[in-house]
């Protein structure tokens, strides 16, 4: 043992410069490993850490409709049984329109409105800005306690008076942070009030996006009580939950987020892995004599191979430690770039335990990937420090190969299962990066094929850089193997942006409103028509609208006790607006089924949306009841329904066939197309509020700010991870030209030798790599166009366009980049004098 | 004691098999300063290398003290070289990567020997080294390699020492140098000295000279 230690230093005493690459191949990948799932999980303790405090409760029955007396008696039959409860209080919430009361203050914001009653919370605690424990006498007497953002956004101060609804609150406190963290798509800052004087804003009166909650605490695990619960509102659309099964829910969600971001990871990992391979299959070749030696001398092939895999380990952990290092550097830019974006309160410090499983990946990845090199020691023989002949049999796979690589692949499928969490993810992720592999390989192999072609044409230098190309010991497919697939990645991921954003792009929808009123009244119709007609100049479309919610398809109630019927629950539990009119709309056509006709005119007749429509697994023919404010009315589906929502100026899921819901309790929605300025559209909100609080108005230009942010934000950590997959490739391109440098100082001191200038050898230089480069860019581009066409078209089903600038872009780049990385690493050779190298040989 | 019992040795050479030794029989006494000469290409190099082990015979066997090494596996091979066999190369064949000292203590640590650092320095010594342990191959002149050669196969006190043209790369000065280092050493630790030269005053200067001829023994004296 101390042989292989002693000689292992002195090894990477010497050799620690050529495996630099090695080094940092792996220190890359663990970086990405680490950074993710450190930041995955900081984001997990803060937002999802306690699912109690975020309900304020153990329990929580909830709906969004009143809850009828039979209800309520089901629900305290079961509780009064109970021993376990505690406590209870019930809150309601709603997204609505404030205003500051002051009208010389023109503000105007969306928010969370939670009317609650005492005690609040049941679990949990609850401070105010100031670090107080929130006092419920804030409250009273149309009090609220605002988000303190809120304050700024409406530019108004503790003390002062807004305007929610018909009521006015004032303002007596702020909150940092409500109990639990923050969770989940907001529309706005949250507002706490009196639960009583929620009710008398009005705003429970006409609107319908109202959640009732009736919370408990619980003294010991309320799962059982769930159950019951579940059972004895079987048939309604109540939803029961508890914070135990919010808890697995969000853990859930959480761990699977993390799982695929590690894979992402994991990709650029693998890809160092490449590098590694190549750098230790390099460096078993260039140590053939040192071995050859040992071996002389009396070291056994096992005793060689534990010495240099001990190098490889060593190397290994040290790469890994400094992927740690470099993972702290990604989170502090993560912190800096997208601190925004991300929770005030999250830590961007690395995780132990995910550095300790970077670590160990990192040195399985190193292990696995120079394991096939390694074994070819075993077929260097001594006898050739005898005759420096090639040692004809080293790369030829024996058995022992074979299983070695058989072992390989099956310890790396190992790491992708245990990365992704599921060992279908795993394989498909395996399988996915080997058929890109496969694929960048076999272009790259097909297009130097042709190029080996063309080698007669163009210059001397032009020659000699497609020679180089296929030198002995080249390293051009592994260099398009890798630089492909960083640059593929990169390239893909902004086609497919490209057509993303051009798919949000609500600008192209001519039919797109720019602003929408709903809940207007029937008696409010005239006095908002004309309110609106006069600040735009529009006459508004007007729709009505029936809030109903599915009761029954086909004659059964929807079960919600089941588990994969109460995750759809949001899907199809909600309440919907749905509206009735004779004819079918300009962007919409029929999928399945007729548009109604005259015949049966007293039938009442549906048509469904065709991803609800899936979702029910109902077609044309098929029957649905739905609850309308507590009747019941069945109607066949006539029809199933496609709506082009790239063309829509509303999007109604259930349209009814005129007749059956004229008499029903109803309101009108109003939609305009024009757009005026943001300060003419708050004003007008402000003045239809003002005289028609219950209305509430969705501003356009808003929601499509919102959903471009996300898109961008998405996009830009998409491409943030994605370029790091690129610099593994530039990475291992670095490695290579490294590898080939001795020889190609030799070529070019021969070349000197003969006469060639250094302009010749440099006009060589830059042709080989700009060829490489080329090759790399238009496999890379090439295949990223295709992926992107694949996913766009089948996997998100949205409209594809070629992106000539981009295409022409990824392989330009692509090309100059390979060119300029290639040659900078190479371009000391050009300086170098003949005879000391040709001395040296 | 070495014994070679009708060793040939034939290889490939593109679509023909080409034999480098037919039928070789030698006897060699512990001891013995043998040297081997022919012309290039009469197989000097191969039959030393298939005395060290380095390489198998196509057919024959060779016993080294009464052991069949033909019948023995790599590693066995590895362990009889580590213990018995020093080899001087031509072309020196130092680890470029170990300094001069570094190199001399290999072949001690593959053994597992203890306090090896001061032999290496003895050792070192004994051929003029004393100053140089601390450089790389690559800073020392070809006849101060040779030497770090030379000290490194009497590392581990071989009982034999096989050197392939061990002046071949050297001046005559620096070859004179060499050989008489390897002469004392040999005369000192009684070792079997195998020599493979071209140049015919060093082969005179053995006590046996076997002459090899298109892989064939065509003449053995002893004086």
New interface residues.
Partial sequence: M??IF??TR??I???WRRLLFFFLCIALGVGSIVALRSLIQNLTKVVGNDARALMTADLEVSSTNDFTPTDVAKIEDVIGKSAIVEARNETISTASMARPSDPANESLEFVELRGIEPPFPLVGNFATSDGQAFDYKLLENNGAVIARILLEELNVKVGDKLKIGEAEFQIRGTIDEEPGGTSGFRMGARVFVEKKSFDDAGITRNTSRIRRRILYRTSENPTPLVTQLREALKGTTIQVNSYREQQENLNEQFARTENYLSLTGLLILVLGGVGVWNVARAFIEQKR??I????????????VIAVYLLQILTLGVIGSLFGVLLAQFGLWVAKWRFVDALPAKMSYAVTFATSWQGILLGVLISVLFSALPLLQIRSI???L???DENNVNINRLDWSKWIFGALCVAALLGIAVWQAGSLKVGAFFLGGLAGTGLVLYSAAVILTWVLKRTKSLGTFSIRQAVNSLYRPGNQTRIILLAVGLGAFVVIAVQAMQTNLVREFDFSRNQRLPSMIFVDVQKSQIDGVMEMIEKAIGEKAELVPTVRARIAAVNGEAVNFTQREIRQQQGQIGREFAITYRPKLDTNESIVDGEWWTAANPDEPQVSVEQVMAETLKVTAGDSMTFDISGRKVTARVANVRKIDVRNARTAFVFVFRPGTLDKAPQTFAATVLKHIPATDRQRLQRDILEKFPNVQIFDVADIIAAVDKLVSNFVIAISFVGSFVLLSGILILIGSVALTKSQRIYENAILKTLGAKRLTLATILFSEYGLLGLLAGVISTGFAVSMSYVVCRYLMAIEWQFDLPLTIGGVVITALLVTFVGVAASFDVLFRKPLATLRSQ | MIELKNITKTVRSGTEDLTILNDVSIEIPDGQFVAITGASGSGK??L??LI?G??APSSGKIFIDNDEITATS??GL??????KIG?V?QSF??????TAF?NV???M????LDGVAARAGKLLDAVDLTNRGHHYPAELSGGEQQRVAIA?AFA?SPKILLA?EPTGNLDSKNGQHIFDLMTQLHAQNKVTLVLVTHDATLANQAQRQIVLTDGRVSSDETK
């Fill in positions: 101390k042989f002693n000689l002195r090894e005493r010497s050799s004599k040192t050859a030696v040992l071996k002389c001398l009396g070291a056994t092939g096992n005793r023989k001594p006898k420090l005898l005759r | 190099s191969t030393l290398g060290a380095l390489d790599e590693d590895a362990r009889i070289r580590s213990e080899f190369f064949h130092l680890i470029p990567s170990l570094e203590l290999i072949p640590e593959i053994l597992g490194r581990n392939d």
